[in-house]
């Protein structure tokens, strides 16, 4: 007979995040300054049913038609969030632009000893159009600016409560001796935050007052400590573990686009973009890839998604079977 699923969830989110922010006019520069909190909390509860027993496929969508009605899962979840961060910014004689962020951030996903952690990142541009060199020999060149930057950012993106040592009943299909059996997940009480290294280089131009804007782009983002699902042998009793990988992955690459405003007019504008990336992806380092259980599938130089496979040798003319 047939048979349905149904879930019933409810979410809800609030933010805070107060900010003070501080300008002013020094010398022939201007400096902007700001810091802010914020506080972030996620509630989540759900609940999931199975219905079986239906006595006919054209009632399936309701649930009171169900001849059994068992429930096959519930929960509910809290996150929390919260920061604290700075910015300090200025720019002198509209050519030199110097840029720095710190942040701490924290969150409940992590235990006690691991809750926080700090980022920061660090910029500076120059736009050399604004030099008189340039506007006295180059006037058909409106725009061009250099920048570079630096900086970290990190990432609590796993479930919740993954460092306690949870519980989880199973519901009535599997029970003993007419009693709800439970089942726990592999706790990680050292979970830490995930960090990633970015570094970016830019060149920008325009001509004929901006009609014309091209711009090039090189990144580099190194992450480590990167919090995924570690598969485990199904003898341990799990299959996996949340925990933060030894492994370092980076992604780099260069982008470009063009933008022409072909025509401006009161009545009539067309404007043109292009853009292309060119994106590669690598594992630069894995110290304990030799032992793990990833020691067939992820090799160090390589990008992460490419895959090693047996080539065809022929027939073995002795046995008759493929090589």
Known sequence: ???SRFSNGYSSSWTIEPKLTYNSVISKGKLEAYLGATYQRDNTNYQGFNATQYGSD??????????????SGAGISQRRYGALFGHAGYIWDDKYVINANARRDGSSR?????L??????????WIFTQEKLIKDNLPWLSFGKVNLSYGTTGSDGIGDYAFLNI??????????????TYVNGLPNPNLQWEETRKINAGFSLGFLKDRIVTRADYYRNRSSNQLLSYDLPPVTGNTNIVQNFPATVQNSGWEFTLSVKAVQSQT??????FNISLNRNKLVSFPTLATSSYATTYYVGQPIDRYYIYGYAGVNPQTGLYQ
Not at 110 to 114: C, L, R, S, V
Not at 167 to 180: A, C, E, L
Not at 268 to 273: A, D, G, I, V
Request: proline share 2%; no cysteine; glycine share 12%.
């Open 1 to 3: 007979k047939g048979s």
């Open 58 to 71: 054209q009632v399936l969508t309701y649930i009171q038609a169900a001849g059994n009605v068992a429930l």
């Open 110 to 114: 992590f235990g006690a000893n691991n």
């Open 116 to 125: 926080f952690s700090d980022f920061w990142s660090v910029a500076g541009a």
């Open 167 to 180: 519980y989880r009943p199973q519901g009535s299909r599997y029970t003993y001796q007419g009693q709800t």
């Open 268 to 273: 009539f504008q067309w404007n043109s973009n």
